[in-house]
């Protein structure tokens, strides 16, 4: 007599194993080639805004181009209208940054 549900299992197991041992017998990984400088990736910010800035003035910006720089090599500074110790802070500093004020002020 026919057990189907034997036939299952024993077939399940062959054919598992077989996956199994074909991933296992394939060619070793490549190793990553280093990228070289010239591909590094840098993270900055090339338009800011400062108090300076007539737009940046009207929404309240208190902070001055010098301010600015020191934000984006990672310093803290104060926030505005915040509560008296509250503070920001990048979580790393930036790679580069400009200040993009216009010039209407």
Known sequence: MFDKMKFLKKWTAIALSSILLS????????RAVEAPP???AYFGDLHIHTSYS?????????????DAYRFAKGEKL??????????????????????TDHSEF
């Open 38 to 40: 010239q591909r590094d």
């Open 54 to 66: 007539l737009d940046a003035y009207l929404m309240l910006s208190a902070n001055t181009p010098d």
């Open 23 to 30: 991933v296992s017998l394939g060619p070793p990984p490549a």
């Open 78 to 99: 104060p926030v505005l209208n915040g509560e008296p110790d509250q503070t920001n802070q990048l979580s790393e500093e930036l790679d580069f940054a400009a200040i």
